[in-house]
């Protein structure tokens, strides 16, 4: 056989199969020259190309020899601090909302605000006239007899003159500062009294922004690092692949969120206060923390006093325990075995939905008497100047503020205020048995929920179970669309 019908010039080698150049002939083909300095810059190759943008895709703080890229790293803790802010200023008008309404308290006494003050009246069309001008003082008879009408109780006043506040309604006496209460039911009830209320406004539902985005920024990134060392130092040889017992998780949690209490409480403090700058009790987180540890005890009294340590723990203990444990338990009780997120995506969503909502009517309580416990100064702090109201007298623990909360308090919000005087029954009212029963009915009716506080408890559960279906349904869309990609890449 000849070299010219040779097979042996046409062989490719396997790893250049894709580089479509033609075999040497011969190794007397002169090589080709060099290439010119500025065309590999004019044309570089497609393993060496960056996209020189602002925000590069590739967010690692190393170059490529290894070393920091400081302005890479600046770049990416910029990036992400944005985005946190934002996605917390978002939240945050709810937050405020549904703090306020947890500390806000309620008496049952709300509901009649000239109860003293109208007792013994007969009719509306008071003589307003003659009392104005005294003429029942100056042409009084004296040897007629007592008229059946008996004047208004005069307002009571202190040592000092000022007038004792008889009820929480009562608008002479209400300090400008505060919202009426039990004008708002829900979450965007509270936050449109908050925008519409002279001395807040709608710049007041960012109140402890900054506070709340530097919590959840520590919060997001210890809460991993204090999990991880707990493995590695109770489970160092555990393999990746498996589960860690569900103590760890909850421990990580009730670390975090032990070591962070004193940043909710100072975001706590700053929501309730009033916004206006002469009844301002802090001006920022930091004159906020100074004075916390300046007046109620320092770090220990921060950190170890029983109405704030009590409540914190019970907190974070409860969250993770409702969130790793719940949708575990349901998956079982249902009958679907042991299924996981990766085998039954929507399973395992119906699973964490169903236990969230579940797990709310735990932990939602706690979280309100942790709210009222923040809201109490101790030691030798002054009241603060909050923009609802609170209890006059403070709450001795966690029990004490259970069931003060239950027996004190009503739910029925809002409060509707009415204008009418009492009048005492009339003869036609009297021959009018039918309509009076119906009435008695009706106020049996809602007296129930009137002469209870077990609604003071949940304030704001209906944005967390609206939030809890918002994570569901974007959690399947989510999911669709990665087992959509996945087939295409298989494919």
Request: some cysteine; charged content about 20%; proline content about 8%.
């Amino acid at each position: 056989m000849t070299s010219s019908s040779s097979l042996r010039d046409l062989y490719v080698d396997p790893n250049q199969a894709w580089a479509f150049l033609p075999p040497k002939a011969s190794s007397s083909v002169p090589t080709p020259p060099a290439p010119i300095a500025g065309a590999a810059a004019e044309f570089p190759s497609s393993s060496t190309s960056k996209f020189n943008l602002p925000y590069e895709f590739n967010t690692s703080p190393y170059d490529d020899d290894g070393h920091i890229n400081l302005p890479q790293l600046f770049r990416s803790f910029v990036t992400a601090g944005v985005l946190q802010y934002t996605s917390t200023a978002i939240v945050m008008p709810w937050e405020v909302g549904k703090l306020l309404l947890q500390v806000q308290w309620v008496p049952r006494d709300a509901g009649e605000p000239e109860q003293l003050s109208t007792e013994g009246v007969e009719d509306d069309n008071d003589d307003v006239l003659s009392d104005a001008s005294g003429e029942d003082a100056y042409f009084a008879d004296p040897h007629a007899p007592p008229s059946s009408r008996t004047p208004a109780p005069r307002a009571r006043t202190d040592d000092q003159g000022y007038v004792i506040r008889r009820s929480v309604l009562e608008e002479g006496t209400r300090p400008e500062y505060i919202i009426p209460v039990g004008s708002a039911d829900g979450v965007w009830g509270m936050m449109k009294r908050v925008g519409g209320f002279r001395a807040e406004g709608w710049i007041a539902l960012w109140k402890g922004l900054l506070t709340a985005c530097i919590t959840e920024v520590l919060s997001d990134k210890m809460q991993p690092f204090i999990n991880g060392f707990l493995q590695s130092l109770f489970f160092p040889s555990m393999s990746p692949f498996h589960r860690p017992p569900i103590i760890l998780p909850v421990a990580s949690h009730l670390i975090t969120g032990f070591l962070l209490s004193p940043l909710d409480l100072v975001r706590t403090r700053l929501v309730i206060q009033s916004f206006t700058s002469r009844h301002r009790t802090y001006t920022g987180p930091i004159d906020a923390f100074h004075q916390i540890l300046r007046d109620e005890g320092g770090l220990r009294g921060i950190y170890l006093h029983p109405h704030l340590l009590l409540p914190t723990l019970l907190d974070n203990a409860l969250r993770p325990i409702v969130a790793l444990a719940l949708p575990g338990m349901l998956t079982t009780y249902f009958g679907w075995g042991h299924i996981t997120e990766e085998t039954h995506p929507i399973k395992w969503g119906m699973a964490e939905l169903a236990g969230s909502c579940i797990g709310l009517l735990v932990t939602l309580p706690i979280e309100t008497i942790r709210r009222r416990l923040q809201a109490q100064v101790r030691g030798s702090a002054k009241p603060v100047k909050t923009c609802v109201e609170l209890r006059p007298a403070p709450y001795n623990g966690i029990v004490d503020a259970f069931w003060h909360i239950l027996t004190e308090e009503r739910s029925d919000l809002p409060i509707t205020r009415s204008t009418r005087k009492k009048r005492r029954l009339s003869t036609k009212d009297k021959e009018d048995g039918e309509k009076a029963a119906e009435d008695s009915t009706s106020d049996e009716y809602q007296s129930w929920w009137s002469h209870t506080g077990l609604g003071q408890l949940y304030r704001g559960l209906g944005m967390r179970l609206g939030a809890s279906a918002v994570v569901f349904v974007l959690a399947m869309v989510g999911g669709g669309e990665e087992s959509a990609d996945g087939g295409w890449a298989e494919i």
